[in-house]
């Protein structure tokens, strides 16, 4: 039966505030989301294109490289995650992912679905995968691709990256990193680490919405997609020597926006405007911080929020050498219904704090302190409720506890 016509709301959307303190997205600037209201100009306009040239410089800087070949995908995270794959790897091509959590898991499936075959170094959920397993199975499958996570919020590690590059170049392997979680909020070293494609998007620590993905990649990365076969359609005859097979996704085929991106503007998408505005003022806010303060005050955030659940008696999961500093995985206390936790913050408190999935789901609450929410009042805000919350649910907390322990960790 078909619905019956509505006429349209009269209402506009008013969504309530909310401090949103989980693995993200997190509350976006405010002067991202300014510089998202304003007015549009048509695509290939010059002022349009000279904002695309000034993001892709900002993003160098973000992102720690003089690759020319910078740019947005449009789309969120997982968009430059399937763009990066799907215009790398090639059918029967071997994939080494290093696994330590949900997103390891993600890149395995995306590289599958590109016709690869993959091979996984496995960490248990908490740990990182040894640099030496990878440099060992790299020599061992001598993969085309190697992907891997650099800080995964689904178990809030951050895999050691400085030592992989090396192995790659040597065997003719190209590193493939997904960054999202950690850009912003952790040193990430494109150039210095050699990493040949690096991806991230706007919700996590660069204080942004969701729907934009900066993406670079390397000369040798960027040779390879674009040594590509393309499709027949005078889209794109420009490759010398077209070789391999035709990359299975048009919106995704970073040779063609590349093409967009590069000096030439071959029309592709539209660049998705308002976004580009977003992430050109994420970039701005991060850089006028300085990259390495905005690492560090992502830092002290996080040691703060440790120590303020840790003084409420809580367990922290993973291990402590090897966490990221913008997300903490607390475990639940035994009796307590996770979800009636999260419940309670978002009802009374308005501040939403992470669930979590597969092993850990029900497990740990993950408390993200990114982009702008890597703040002193956030950071002490989130204890005071969960203290209150964890009380009302019957769990013994010791009254300002967790309040007093993070300021002391800021004054330390
Ligand atoms: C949060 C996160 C993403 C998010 O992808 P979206 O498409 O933006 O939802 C991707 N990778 C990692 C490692 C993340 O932590």
């Not at 590059?165 to 680490?193: I, M």
């Not at 009802?347 to 990114?370: K, N």
């Amino acid at each position: 039966m078909k619905r019956p016509f509505r006429n349209v709301p009269r209402m506009t959307l008013h969504p309530p505030y909310r401090l949103l303190m989980g693995p993200g997205p997190v509350n976006a600037d405010p002067r991202v989301l300014r510089a998202m209201s304003a007015p549009l100009v048509g695509q290939f306009d010059p002022v349009m294109t000279g904002y695309m040239n000034a993001t892709q410089d900002l993003y160098r800087q973000v992102l720690r490289t003089t690759n020319d070949a910078t740019l947005l995908v449009d789309g969120t995270a997982r968009a430059a995650i399937e763009a990066a794959l799907v215009s790398l790897v090639e059918p029967g091509d071997t994939v080494l992912v290093p696994v330590f959590g949900r997103f390891g898991h993600l890149l395995v499936e995306i590289a599958r679905r590109a016709g690869a075959k993959v091979a996984t170094v496995d960490a248990p959920w908490g740990q990182v995968v040894d640099p030496q397993a990878v440099a060992d199975a790299v020599r061992a499958h001598r993969p085309r691709v190697v992907a891997v996570v650099h800080g995964d919020t689904s178990t809030t590690m951050r895999q050691p990256l400085a030592d992989i590059g090396a192995v790659c170049a040597e065997h003719d392997a190209l590193l493939y990193v997904d960054a999202t979680a950690s850009l912003g909020g952790n040193d990430v070293r494109t150039d210095d680490w050699g990493l040949d494609v690096v991806t991230a998007g706007l919700q996590k620590c660069l204080g942004g919405p969701p729907g934009s993905a900066p993406a670079t990649l390397s000369d040798r990365a960027r040779d390879a997609v674009r040594a590509r076969t393309h499709v027949e359609e005078g889209l794109r005859t420009d490759a010398d020597e077209p070789r391999g097979t035709v990359i299975g996704s048009n919106y995704l085929d970073l040779a063609q926006v590349l093409d967009y991106w590069g000096p030439r503007r071959l029309n592709h998408h539209t660049e998705a405007t308002s976004m580009l505005y977003a992430a050109h003022e994420c970039a701005r806010v991060l850089l006028e911080e300085g990259l390495d303060a905005a690492v560090e005050r992502h830092r002290r955030a996080g040691a703060a929020l440790l120590a303020g659940v840790q003084a409420l008696g809580l367990a922290v999961f993973g291990d402590p050498a090897h966490r990221m500093h913008n997300v903490v995985a607390v475990e639940v206390p035994d009796g307590v219904v996770a979800d009636a936790v999260r419940a309670a913050m978002l009802d009374d408190f308005a501040i939403e704090i992470g669930t979590s999935f597969g092993p850990l789901h029900g497990r740990v609450w993950r408390i993200g302190t990114m982009g702008v929410n890597a703040r002193k009042d956030a950071v002490l805000t989130t204890l005071a409720a969960l203290e209150h919350v964890l009380r009302a649910q019957g769990v013994a907390v010791p009254p300002g506890g967790g309040v007093s322990a993070a300021q002391e960790a800021y004054a330390a």
